[in-house]
Every structure is written in C-alpha cells, then in structure tokens.
C-alpha cells in the first residue's frame, strides 16, 4: 500500500507540469495548467516557494499604472475589499507599497539537493545539472535533425539516460566523484529508483510531492515537453508515463551527489534546511511582497473589467432587421480576425462576419502529397478525426507533384549531409560557401524569399495551377453530421448569403523557429487554409446538402462556399476555392475582391500603428517584414488578448478591441438545450484561458516561464529552442513577442469572458465540467454575463453565485468624472 501511495505522488506531481509542444506545431499553452485546482492566488505562491518563479509583475509596474491612471482607486479599493486580511485604506495601502518597491525581496523556497551540492562545493553544479541533462534530452528526443545520435530513443527514458552516463566523465572532471558509480548501482526500473531516493534522503511524506515537483520546475522546460508527449500519447494510446521516467533522471541525480558530498557534511545540511522548510509552512509564511502584488494584480484586472463595462454600456449595437447579407465571412475567433472584421464591416456594411474555432468544426488529419503520415489539424483538446489528403485538380500534374517532392526531399537530405558532414563542411563554407553570396545580398535586401514557403514544400508552381483536397475516405454519414454540427454553431442555419467565405488564417515568416505559434491554434498549430478547403468541399456536395435538409439544416440553392485564407502577417485574404465559384457568382466575388483589397490596405494601415511603421508605403514596409530574417516582430500574433466575446455579433459591432478579444458569434435563443453553448465554454473558452495564460506568463517572468532573447535561440534537436549554446529548453513566448523594446505589448491581464446568455444556463455547464469550473471558481478567468440590453450586467464570483455590477458602473461613472 505505501508503495501505491508513492506511486499516486509521482503521477500526481507529474500532473502539476503543464504540457508544451514541439516547434512543428507549437501551440498556445496555459504554463499553469496543472495547477488549476489551486486559486490564482495559491498558485502564485506556490509557484514562488518551489521555483521562484512569478506570476505578478514587479511592484513598479503597478505604481507606474497607478501613476498613470490605468488603475483608479476603485479598483483598489475592490482588491482590497475582496482580501479581508488587509486594510482598505487607500492612500496607506499605496504608500506601503511603495515602501515595498524599495525593499529587496527575501525569497522563500524549497531547496533540493542539487542546490545543497553547490553551496558544500562552491561548484556550478545547479549549471552541469541542467546542461548535461537537457544535452542528453536534446538527443534523445531528437526528430532527424542532427546528423548522428548518441542515444537510443527506442530504450526507455530512464534506460537510455542511465547508459549515456556509464560513459561520461563529465561529472568526474566537475569533481562529483562517486556520480557514475552511485547511478550504476540503481535498478532500471524508474518507479523503483523514486522510491530508493525518497527513503535514502528521507523525505517526509507531506514534502514528498513538493519535493518532487519543484525537483520538475528546475528543468521546466523539459519537463513541459515530455508532458505534451505524454499528453500526446495518452489520446491516441501511446506509453504516458515518460514524465515519471525523467522525474526519476532528476531524482538519480539528486542521491549521487548526495553520497559524493557526504564527507561534506551533506546530509546534515539537508536535514535542517528540509526540518526549517517544513517549519515554516506550517507555521504559515506571509510573504508580503508577494501579498501585495496579488492585491495590486487584482486591481489591474479590476480595471480592465471596468473599461469593458463602459464599452459595453456606451454601445448602441442593436439586431438588424432580417436582410439577406452581400456576403458572409466566418472568420477564427483569433484576436487578429477582431481587426481585419471591423475594417471589413467598416468598408463593406452589407457582408456580415461571423466569428469561429478556426478549424471550422471539420476535425481532421491532413496527409500532404508523397507524405505517409499526416498532421492533425484540430485543437490539441480533442483527437484528430477523417483523413484528408491533399491532391491537385489536374490529376497528371498530381503525379508530377509525388515525383516531384520526393526527389526533393532526398536532395534535401543527402545536401544536409553534405553540408555537416565531418570533412565535407570545411569545403562547404570556402569556396562552396561563396556560391551563396548573391543569394544572401538579395535576401538581406529584401529582393528575395530567404527560404521556400514551408505550405507548398516545393510544389509552389503545381499549387497556383489548381491545389485540391481529396475527402473520399469520410462517410458520407460524417460529412453530413460535420456539416450539421459546424452550421448550427456558426449559427447560418436561421439565413445563408449567397457566397460565404469560410476564411482561414496563417501567418508569413522567415528565419523564425517559432513560426507555427503564428498560425491557427485550433488547427493544431498550422494554417487553416485546409480546413477551409475541406469545408468547402463538403458543404458544397450536393449529397451531403440533402443529408442536411433532412437534418433541418437547408442550405439555399444559390449558396455557394469558398474556401479563403488571411495572411495575418500580411493582412492578405487568399481566394483559395477562386477556381470552383459556379458563374452565376463570379461578379458578386469580383465586387468582394475589390471590397477585401480595401478592407486589408485599411487593416495594414492600423497594425502599422502599433508595430511603429513611419514609412510612407506602409505595404511594401508590412510586406518586407514577412521575408525579412532579421526581423524579430514580423506581427504580434496575439499580443495583448485579454477579452472573449461570446455573442451575436451586434453586440460588438462598432466596438473597437485594438485587436485585443477573441469574438465568437453565438445566439442562446437558438441553442436548444445550451449545446453549443457547452461546446464553446468547454473549447474554445479553455483555448483562448491557455492563449491568455502563455502570453501572461511570458510577461510577468520571460525568464522561466518565456523563451528569452530571440536573438540568442538555437534550435535544439528540431523540437525547441535553447537561449545560447546550453541550459534547459525554453517554452513560452519570446520576450520580443511581448516587448517592443521600449514598453510591453501584452500587459498582464486575466481573460475576461464576455457571455450574453441566462447565468442558470452557464452555471449548468459549470456543475457539469469540474475542469472549466475550476478555472471560474479559482479565478484563472473571469466570466462577465450581458443583459437583454447588452449591457454587462453580471460578474461570476464562485461557487454558482453572481453579483451584479449595475451600482459599480456609477460609482465608475462619478469617479471618472471627479479624475
């Protein structure tokens, strides 16, 4: 039984690390997810005392918001009240605050062995702990990038792990003598080796899971992306116990230099720091710098919410009368669709937009041409469903195509090898290298694509000539269900336009290893381009548009879809399905052509704005930041996120987020029995939280919950970037990617989630989903409910339970008048 029990705290400590994944596909994730079950504020400390690692801003930060009139003593005051252990006088709490400011923290954290090691020995031995293991993990988990690898990724973690150590002496140069001899005395077995550490060093029982899941924060970057690949595996019935095995790696590593620096007098000094740690949590250590803080990071948010209340209720959107639109364009609820919508309604009021999941409810596993596995192209929360393949309308230039890529991957391949090879490389970078130089002359100067579009993988030219997708291999039976679920909840069931564009989105970057966290996050981390053109495909068939007659969905006869892409780099939309509208609608597309071209020339000119572009042509300056390799800000991607709206577009019309809120259409008196309802707070709800919640830890600590300085990544064996040469595996965002140099893009701010539809009906979804529950209750997100008059009425506050904010509206009112 107690052997059982330990093993529940492994796999419970292993669940506190969130998932990451690869840089293929590297989606948005919240760094905090594991924690989920702790509110906002307990995990702030805790997080603190494991790690140190922050999730508040430094106290000058919110001073200088308080300064510049960003937080109003309203919202102070709000924070105060909701903390009743602190005094709710104002001025005084300010002033201790900036006391405070001035004040060194004194950290108060969990110490392991590792960091006992250093102290004894006065070695970097916190540095040849991360280095070595996230050197060996870089091979490990290697995706064909390096050349030769010295691992075997087929053996077991901890396996594998443990023979790479039987042959380096690195540990024995760095004075830790008795490392290779301590690690080849354990079992293989890495449950069993958790258990020999624990009882050797003695770990009480109630320290036993902060122990182990500080020992994880001290690689979180590794430990992040073994967790994404147990995740991966868990869906799709893979082994998902590889955190557990690493978990034992770090472990190995914490008894050998235990027994190495016995003889001085290691264990003692373990002793009493484990004895005080554990003193002082039970007695209940109060940080007050951190208090404060939390108290601070409320007001902010408090702010936030009071300028929405005043949008809101400023807004005069009302429903219009039932007029069949120009157009319809279903548009990803991504934050940079909230822009390019607005711009588009401004220059076009008769083409209605729509806002949803980016995947357009069409699930599916995509297999490009001379591929034999595919890509799934749907939000990480679900599994993938149909396979899609991609194919050309000229069936003979499809055969060209497979001949055509697979030579090109070979080349790619023996070139690689060419170019690292051993001896091979000394010629490559003399006279061979030389052959380069105009190629880099016209790249630096912008004349020329540094590298190949990545989404034509050579076959650019066969593309332009009619590039398909070939969705035979899904049942009729599932298109039409697919079709059925994605139209009633785009809510195009009640009228249809003549020409709905169903517009994907993808970013246009080069020199960028993050390039995949630009694109579409509910297509896995790619363009959305062919979950476009599979929408299209199946809502066009007429076999299918009978099946959902029958189903209640009717689609007019004269209605056409066309797949589409925003280029959110660019802000370029693509007509990809251009080729296949019937005549009958090819003037109507031509008066939407002109209309986009407007539309995205007015879309650029706001985006130059924030990315500070003084040119005077600002579309060749927006266009040549796409293919310029040293530009570290192509776009901000979705910087700055801090709202989601889930509403009948009306609402938000004329209201203008900066780019800043997720928008998804959604009318509750159509949604019989609050299905899609469900369906919107149990995913997209959960992935825009995650969206926020990375942007949120990038910004209030880059340094272990971000990617650092772009500038310095290598990337690290295909799947991640290292800042420089060493250390552990960077997630997150880049600190670019947040920062313009001068002040920050993304400002730390919870996602307030905006919903017009009855609170019993979101408090039934809340008590049937424990998982979205928690992120209400435990204040992660903060649910805002809009009355009949779209005015933001409600705010949840736990537990089922809603206040109104009508009164704190007026008080807002009158205290902006007073400022």
């Known amino acids: 039984m107690e052997n059982q029990n330990l093993n529940e705290v492994i796999l419970k400590s292993c669940k506190r690390i969130a998932p990451s994944w690869p840089l293929k596909n590297s989606v948005a994730v919240n760094p905090y997810l594991g924690l989920s079950e702790f509110s906002f504020n307990g995990a702030a400390k805790l997080l603190k005392e494991r790690s140190d690692i922050n999730m508040t801003m430094p106290l000058e930060f919110y001073l200088d918001q308080i300064k510049q009139k960003s937080i109003l003593d309203i919202d102070i005051k709000m924070a105060l009240d909701k903390n009743e252990a602190q005094s709710a006088e104002i001025d005084k709490f300010i002033k201790r605050a900036q006391v405070l400011s001035s004040v060194p923290e004194t950290p108060f954290k969990f110490t392991t062995m590792v960091d006992l090691a250093e102290e004894v020995s006065s070695s970097p031995i916190n540095e040849l702990f991360v280095d070595l293991i996230s050197s060996w993990a870089s091979a490990y988990f290697d995706e064909q990038h390096a050349l030769w690898n010295t691992t075997n990724p087929d053996e077991d973690l901890f396996i594998s792990w443990k023979n790479e150590v039987k042959v380096d002496l690195s540990t024995d140069l760095m004075g830790i003598k008795k490392f290779r001899s301590t690690i080849k005395q354990l079992p293989d077995d890495s449950f069993e080796v958790a258990h020999i550490v624990l009882e050797k060093l003695n770990v009480p029982k109630e320290l036993q899971e902060i122990y182990l899941h500080t020992l994880l924060l001290k690689l979180v970057g590794w430990s992040s992306f073994i967790a994404g690949k147990d995740w991966n595996n868990s869906m799709y019935g893979g082994k998902s116990t590889n955190l557990s095995s690493f978990l034992s790696v770090l472990l190995a590593w914490e008894l050998a230099v235990y027994e190495s620096f016995a003889e001085k007098g290691i264990e003692a000094t373990w002793d009493i720091s484990v004895a005080a740690y554990q003193i002082q949590t039970e007695s209940g250590h109060y940080d007050e710098h951190l208090e404060t803080k939390l108290i601070l990071q409320n007001a902010y948010d408090f702010a936030l919410q009071r300028q929405l209340v005043l949008k809101f209720k400023n807004n005069k959107g009302e429903e219009k009368t039932l007029k069949r639109p120009k157009a319809q364009a279903v548009f990803c609820i991504d934050v940079r669709s909230e822009l390019y919508r607005r711009n588009l309604e401004k220059v076009d009021p008769e083409i209605e937009t729509i806002g949803f999941a980016g995947f357009f409810g069409f699930s599916i596993n995509y297999v490009p041409i001379a591929h034999k596995q595919g890509k799934n192209q749907c939000p990480v929360l679900i599994p993938t469903g149909a396979i899609v393949k991609e194919t050309l309308a000229d069936k003979q230039d499809l055969s060209k195509a497979e001949k055509k890529r697979t030579e090109k991957h070979q080349f790619d391949k023996n070139w690689k090898l060419f170019r690292k090879g051993a001896i091979a490389s000394f010629g490559f970078v003399s006279p061979l290298g030389l052959s380069y130089l105009p190629k880099l002359l016209s790249d630096s100067f912008g004349w020329t694509r540094p590298t190949e579009n990545p989404n034509t993988d050579g076959l650019e030219k066969l593309l332009k000539k009619g590039r398909d997708v070939d969705v035979s291999e899904i049942p009729l039976k599932d298109k039409i269900n697919m079709g059925a679920s994605a139209l009633t909840a785009m809510g195009l069931k009640e009228q249809m336009a003549a020409l709905i564009m169903i517009t994907g989105h993808g970013a246009t970057t080069v020199n960028n290893p993050h390039a995949t966290g630009l694109d579409c996050g509910a297509c896995g981390g790619h363009s959305g381009e062919i979950n476009a053109m599979t929408a299209e495909k199946i809502l066009n068939d007429p076999a299918v548009r009978l099946g959902l007659s029958e189903k209640g969905v009717s689609i007019p006869s004269d209605t056409h879809f066309v797949a589409c892409l925003h280029d959110t780099t660019t802000d370029e939309i693509s007509i990809l399905g251009e080729r296949n509208v019937p005549s009958s609608h090819v003037q109507l597309l031509k008066e939407i052509k002109n209309v986009l071209t407007n539309t995205s020339q007015a879309a650029r000119e706001e985006r130059a704005l924030r990315m500070k572009i003084k040119s005077n042509d600002v579309n060749a300056s927006v266009l040549n930041r796409s293919k310029d390799w040293s530009q570290v800000r192509p776009e901000w991607g979705l910087a700055g996120c801090n ?148 005015t933001i009425k409600y705010r949840y506050v736990g537990k089922s339970n809603w206040e109104a904010i009508n009164r704190e509206t007026l008080r807002i009112k009158k205290e902006l008048v007073e400022l």
């Not at 369906?679 to 990617?707: E, H, K, R």
């Not at 209750?777 to 903060?782: C, G, R, S």
């Open 643 to 790: 709202t989601f709206v889930v509403a009948p577009r009306y609402r938000t019309s004329g209201l203008d987020f900066q780019g800043k809120s997720f928008l998804h259409s959604y009318k509750w008196q159509t949604d019989e029995g609050f299905k899609v309802l469900e369906a919107i707070m149990t995913a997209p709800m959960v992935v825009t939280s995650w969206i926020n919640l990375q942007y949120f830890a990038s910004t209030a600590d880059n340094d272990n919950l971000g990617a650092g300085n772009k500038t310095l990544h290598n990337v690290s064996g295909g799947i991640g970037v290292l800042e420089g040469s060493a250390g552990d595996l960077r997630i997150g965002l880049p600190l670019q990617s947040v920062h313009d140099g001068t002040s920050y893009q993304h400002l730390p701010q919870r996602l307030n989630v905006i919903v017009e539809a009855p609170t019993d009906a979101i408090n039934g979804v809340l008590e049937k989903h424990e998982s979205i529950r928690e992120l209400c209750d435990n204040e992660w997100i903060t649910l805002l409910a809009l009355d009949e008059n779209g």
